[in-house]
Structures are given as structure tokens and as C-alpha cells.
């Protein structure tokens, strides 16, 4: 893969027990990493449709990461973090889009 002629965004988004957009739709994305940096287990939905905690495509457990497979999924990115009543933290989402 050749970052050199790449764009690179980074959002950083609260722990919510509501659906939300991690990453929008973009056919130029190359990679797309999300790292839970919360103390719970966060939901991706691949698609526009929402995130659940029953309905999703991975599930990522506090403190770990997950890296797209290359070229794999260009549509946007729904998460949700589970029910927990300290609930605390982030993810950081890093999209790398070709110029």
C-alpha cells in the first residue's frame, strides 16, 4: 500500500449508547482503522442502516483495534457502544483516502 500520495483524516468520537456515523461513504478510501479506546465493547455496522448491539458487522472489545482489509468496504460505517453504567472513553477513527 503506498501512503505516500494519500489523505489521511482522524475523528475522534465519544462513547454514545446511540447509532452514529464512524465514517461516511468515500471511493477513494484505501484503509480505515477504528481503536476502541473505551472501557466497552463497541458495535460496527458496515452499511447505512444502524448499529445495534444485535445487529452489527464486528464487534470490538475495550482497548482493541481494527483494521479494514485494504480496499475492502467504501459505504459508511455505523458503531454503538454497549449498555454500561460507567461507561467511559472514545474511538479514534483514522480514514486513509487516495488523492
Do not use: C
Not at 19 to 42: E, P
Amino acid at each position: 500500500m503506498n501512503f505516500v500520495n494519500s489523505l489521511t483524516y482522524i475523528n475522534t468520537i465519544a462513547v454514545t449508547n446511540t447509532s452514529t456515523t464512524f465514517a461516511d461513504s468515500h471511493a477513494k478510501r484505501v484503509g480505515l482503522y477504528v481503536v476502541n479506546n473505551s472501557n466497552g465493547n463497541l458495535f460496527l455496522r458496515f452499511g447505512d442502516d444502524p448499529a445495534t448491539t444485535s445487529n452489527y458487522t464486528i464487534r470490538l472489545a475495550a482497548g482493541s483495534t481494527y483494521e479494514l482489509p485494504y480496499q475492502y468496504f467504501t459505504g459508511t460505517m455505523m458503531g454503538i457502544w454497549e449498555t454500561k453504567s460507567d461507561l467511559a472513553g472514545s474511538a479514534q477513527v483514522t480514514q486513509i483516502l487516495d488523492k
